[in-house]
């Protein structure tokens, strides 16, 4: 006797479970790679900071940072996830400082506004500093921390006034820097006070340094007066 047909209707059913279980196993086997950690989520809300969360998250964290110092300490950094991309880790020896620095141009400090030179500079409340207010707040925080070495910094909040910062310092004589390899350059006597020399990450910036061949003669000015001036200091 030959096996009898199965109905159409059966291997019609069997064959929309098999494609169904496919289709189930491709969106749990693509939703297991676009799981993302808690740093990504907070990377992603500060994207947005017009949302709802972040103007009423930063309208009341400005409001706490205008009672404190102008320069304080930081039990722990309010953007993990930026502060461990610059660098920072959560172990003994590092150390993160929060600062404001007030926005806006520069005044010449000159009394009454006299200047007693020719017209052309004669300029008081319009003069714009070389450098930007990111690296002034590296400046003066390692300048209020002498032991400390600076390693970066990062932007937190700001207001119509000042623009606040969060700098990350790092111990160079703990152990457990001197120890690791990964951070131990930072002890050498050269990286003092970095941040007064344009040597972080936006003292580069400033200085019109980067990678790549867009950046090998820039700016034009410096670089043509650098490769065409002869000094001879007394002690070289």
Known sequence: MTPPIPNSD???????????????????????????????????????????????????????????????????????????????????????????????NRKKPV?????????????????KFQRGLRSTAEERVGKRCGNLRVLNSYWVNQDGVYKYYEVILVDPNHKAIRRDPRINWIVAPVHKRREA???????KQNRGLGKGHRYNHTPARSTWKKHNTLSLRRYR
């Open 10 to 104: 059966s291997l019609e059913n069997i064959i929309r479970r098999r494609r169904l279980n496919n289709f189930k196993q491709k969106v749990t086997s693509s939703n297991a790679v676009r799981k993302m950690g808690a740093y990504k989520y907070i990377g992603e809300l500060y994207k947005k900071k017009q949302s709802d969360v972040l103007r009423f998250l930063l309208r009341v964290r400005c409001w706490e940072y205008r009672q404190l110092n102008v320069i304080h300490r930081a039990s722990r950094p309010s953007r993990p996830d930026k502060a461990r991309r610059l660098g920072y880790k959560a172990k003994q020896g590092y150390v993160v400082y929060r600062i404001r620095v007030r926005r806006g």
């Open 111 to 127: 009394p009454k506004g006299a200047t007693y030179g020719k017209p052309v500079r004669q300029g008081v409340n319009h003069l």
């Open 197 to 203: 020399r344009g040597l972080t990450s936006i003292g």
